[in-house]
């Protein structure tokens, strides 16, 4: 399951696994029995949405319903919705929940008025399954010369966008073909794993890049400075730079809805059971974890950990009413007995996670302002901001610190704290 | 109760790849036991006796610290005895009870826990402490004089005094072979050259220790020692010599590469291995001291964080 080999600098490095030769057909988990779609809105009271229990709604169906707020979800099955509610996000964000009891007959009405335009593509697809980064482009202030079509995973185990690259090919070569129509970006690059790249000539895409199996050469960041040699400096995004990545999902997402005109409902999510066994899943957005978790035979018992995302980089989830959403491209099982805790040491000063670091940042110094509380020192002096969340400083540490935790606070906090400081007085 | 299912929430990553610093702990106990083995087997019950004794000392003294700093109690993960440990090795088998206690307690409240603790200390705990002792007691730590009523298949004088005071000619008794195989006078676990190196071996195919410390600071003193010998053959012994006598494998391998107080960067380990091979030799052969090997160390634990200032480029790093 854990495939371990030893780096060049003797640290444990991991590969991404790839999927047997020709994957098995994706097994389809369809009937949610209850579905909840989730708007990224902070819900109050009942008079701010239209939308009421008992309203019908159809899959495809474009529900916009609040009165001061374009925000809006494709509602992923037929039914009626049986309830509205606060649903309470990571990183303190907040949502509006919508139950809907889903109906015996799948009702799925196609759209009309697609345009190969941003604003048509914005209209409907913003929350498609694999998240296309639509937000990222038509922004004149950052503009996009090169959109990155991203056929490979982030995380260890996860297969999904790999997957797609391998079985939804010609999808993929439509959504290239209408992203480029609507969004004028000059260049389309596909970065698929190195083992797989041959047969990508007839994508459309105008530039092909193979990415290494090592992890954690997946982030995009890393495949920017491996495979196009752009080195992001600390603090920019990938964006800043004029590259917007895309998940190979959501441009195969996008090229299905304009060949079918009707708008994906299903997400691809990669099953990884406790023997680290991994299976693709097609569910429709909205289906509680528990649901995909019966349908696959797979068991959970008490003190288990259930993660949405892969081992290194996933979410540990509290209970499996949570729902797959557009970016869920895994939900991963660990075994009571399998899971490990952090513990009170302090660093030992061992260099294990210096060494295994991609982005050679010293994680050894970083963790000292980290657990101190001292932030932007930890910015300024170690790097903070060259990290690429890929977790392996946790994976290696002999005294068990939650590093890549104290990481991803501080840069949550710091962003915080600029974000307060960049916003204009509102007096 | 409740029959509802709970799961353990907690922060990514899920995985670990199972390291965890008991096993650091005693690894390096097990990989130092062929070298105390022999050092018992020559000096018999007294070596035992301040073998248990440190070890007992400091475990006391980290019980009693953890008590102290109100921290968790954390005798049973190996350090403090380690420590123990190690003090027992570079003493002689003769030591008064006393100053095996004194030793050990140096060791573990004013090397380790005064600076915080483990991984706080800036300089190996140990060579605080037997420098302490050297200023304070040089006579008990002076082989010649403690090992004094042992009846020994081998010449009974520290090899290092011999060297020191009566030049190349004076050592060439001892083979390699006898150093390899303990048969010199010195501290309960630091004569064993070959349970040394085993142990040694051991520890870096673990990866508890850096490979690049230990190897650079044995290829320093190699040259170092070479290139004396070579200027004056006559008064400094020749590099095999310095290499497996005193504490020089005994650093190499464990007190050295102590992940606390050592680099961890490339270039920087092989300067603090090199620096510190260096500086035995020049305190060997033209210092005061008879071993310079704790001094060069302790010199080289206070230029440890500078040191690591030579740190490559991170990914992104602006100027």
């Keep these: 399951m854990m495939k371990q080999l030893q780096g060049k600098s003797g640290a444990s490095v991991f590969q991404y696994a790839l999927l047997p030769q020709a994957p098995l057909p994706a097994v389809t988990i369809a009937d949610p029995g209850k579905a909840t779609l989730l708007i990224d809105q902070t819900y109050e009271k009942k008079s701010q949405v239209d939308l009421t229990e008992g309203d019908a709604v159809q899959t495809g169906q474009k529900l916009a319903p609040f009165k001061d707020s374009e925000a809006y979800v494709i509602s992923s099955v037929t039914g009626k919705v049986s309830a509205i509610y606060p649903y309470p996000g990571d990183f303190g964000k907040n949502f509006t929940a919508f139950d809907i009891e889903v109906a015996a007959d799948d009702v799925a009405p196609a759209v009309e008025d697609l345009e190969p335009t941003m604003a048509s593509l914005r209209t409907y697809l913003v929350d498609a399954p694999g998240k296309p980064a639509l937000d990222l482009l038509g922004d004149p202030t950052r503009p996009i010369h090169t959109i990155v079509v991203s056929g490979v995973d982030t995380d260890l185990l996860v297969a999904s966008n790999q997957y797609v690259v391998r079985t939804e090919i010609d999808a993929i070569a439509k959504g290239i073909e209408i992203l480029k129509a609507a969004s004028g970006v000059e260049t389309i690059a596909i970065a698929v794993p190195r083992d797989l790249i041959a047969g990508f000539g007839h994508t459309g895409a105008d530039e092909l890049k193979a990415v290494s199996l090592d992890y954690p050469s997946g982030q995009p960041k890393l495949i920017l400075y491996h495979a196009f040699g752009i080195e992001v400096p600390a603090g920019k995004t990938c964006a800043d730079m004029g590259y917007a990545f895309f998940s190979a999902e959501s441009v195969a997402n996008i090229g299905k809805t304009y060949e079918t005109g009707q708008v994906p409902v299903e997400k691809m999510v990669t099953l990884i059971d406790k023997q680290g066994q991994v299976k693709v899943v097609a569910a429709r957005l909205g289906t509680p974890v528990a649901a995909i978790l019966g349908a696959a035979g797979i068991q959970t018992g008490d003190r288990d950990r259930l993660i949405l995302g892969g081992p290194m980089t996933g979410t540990a989830l509290y209970d499996a009413k949570q729902v797959v959403r557009a970016d869920t491209d895994a939900i991963m099982v660990q075994d009571a007995a399998d899971v490990t805790l952090v513990s009170d040491y302090s660093c030992i000063n061992c260099g294990e996670c210096v060494r295994s670091c991609p982005t050679r940042i010293q994680v050894n110094m970083l963790v000292r302002f980290l657990e101190a509380g001292q932030y932007e020192d930890g910015a300024e002096l170690y790097d903070l901001h060259s990290c690429v969340d890929c977790g392996l400083c946790s994976y290696v540490c002999v005294a068990r610190i939650p590093i890549y935790q104290y990481i991803r606070l501080a840069k949550y906090e710091l962003a915080r704290v600029n974000a307060v400081a960049e916003a204009p007085d509102e007096q | ?319």
């Design chain 2, 1 to 319: 109760m409740s029959s509802k299912k709970m799961f353990i929430v907690s922060h990514a990553p899920f995985w670990h790849n199972g390291s965890n610093i008991p096993e650091r702990c005693y690894g390096m106990i097990w990989a130092a036991m062929p070298a105390v083995a022999l050092g018992i087997v020559q000096y018999g019950m007294p070596a035992v006796g301040v073998v248990c004794l440190a070890i007992a000392t400091a475990v006391l003294a980290e019980w009693l610290m953890n008590r102290a700093t109100k921290r968790t109690i954390t005798i049973t993960d190996g350090n403090a005895a380690l420590l123990g440990l190690l003090f027992a090795m570079l003493v002689p088998a003769t030591t008064p009870w006393w100053v095996v206690m004194v030793g050990t307690l140096l060791t573990v409240i004013i090397g380790l826990h005064i600076f915080g603790g483990l991984g706080a200390n800036p300089f190996h705990p140990v060579a605080v402490s037997m420098m302490m002792l050297t200023v304070s007691w040089p006579a008990f730590m002076d082989f010649n004089a403690a090992l004094v009523n042992y009846e020994l298949s081998f010449n009974a004088v520290y090899p290092l005094t011999l060297a020191k005071n009566l030049g190349t000619a004076a050592v060439a008794d001892f083979t390699t072979l006898d150093l390899l195989l303990g048969r010199q006078v010195g501290g309960i676990g630091s004569t064993f050259g070959l349970g040394l190196i085993g142990g040694g071996l051991y520890l870096m195919a673990k990866r508890y220790i850096r490979w690049e410390i230990c190897l650079s600071f044995l290829a320093s003193i190699f040259i170092t020692a070479l290139i004396f010998h070579m200027a004056a053959p006559d008064r400094f012994a020749g590099p095999l010599f310095h290499l497996l006598t005193g504490y020089t494998l005994v650093a190499a391998f464990f007190l050295l590469p102590e992940s606390s107080s050592s680099p961890v960067n490339f270039i920087p380990m092989l300067i603090y291995g090199a620096g510190a091979g260096f500086l035995t030799i020049l305190i060997r052969n033209i210092g005061s001291y008879h071993d310079g090997v704790l001094l060069a160390v302790l010199l080289m634990n206070i230029v440890n964080p500078l040191l690591d200032k030579i740190r490559p480029k991170a990914l992104g790093k602006v100027a």
